[in-house]
């Protein structure tokens, strides 16, 4: 597990990793300092599937659950190689992750905010590069919108 630096609140994150052996791997969203709390986002190859889990199900006050029960999933392909290529769009509470431009999930954040990206697996992985830029508000007149 690696602490990163803050999130802003409008961003983008692009993860490249090549899991090799790991049963998950992926980000964490606005993690606390213990990277304990936050939102988890992240690939299962064994189970071909993205997953969602907010920091409540990972805890008491969620409820017991089941290692593979989760809040949100969809399915990916299997790579063959290990390498995934995850792209994540912040703004406030709203959040869209994609996976090798074939899978997308939406997702809420609304507990935290304020904290930090983190890198988690559970088992190797090779994170391959890592980067987050800052978005620009959209302009609040439409008219100044322009496409030519």
């Given amino acids: 597990m690696l602490l990163m ?3 802003p609140e409008r961003c ?3 993860v490249q990793m090549k899991v090799q052996g790991a049963q998950q791997a992926g980000v964490i969203l606005h993690a606390d300092e213990d990277m304990k709390e936050g939102y988890y986002l992240y690939v299962e190859p064994e189970r071909k599937r993205l997953v969602y889990r907010s920091w409540l199900r ?3 006050g969620g409820g017991k659950t089941f290692p593979y029960d ?3 999933e969809t399915p990916i392909r299997d790579t063959g190689d290990g ?3 995850m792209e994540i769009v912040t703004e406030g509470s709203i959040g869209v992750v994609y996976v090798n431009d074939e899978a ?3 997702f809420r954040m609304y507990d935290f905010k304020d ?3 983190s890198l988690f697996s559970f088992g190797k992985t090779v994170f391959e590069s ?3 830029s800052v978005m620009e508000r959209y302009p609040e007149n439409k008219e100044e919108i322009r496409c030519e």
């Fill in 70 to 72: 989760v809040e949100m």
């Fill in 5 to 7: 630096q803050q999130l």
């Fill in 104 to 106: 997308a999930l939406s």
């Fill in 12 to 14: 983008l994150i692009n």
């Fill in 115 to 117: 904290r930090r990206l």
């Fill in 130 to 132: 890592v980067s987050m």
């Fill in 58 to 60: 990972m805890s008491e």
């Fill in 83 to 85: 390498s995934y290529h």
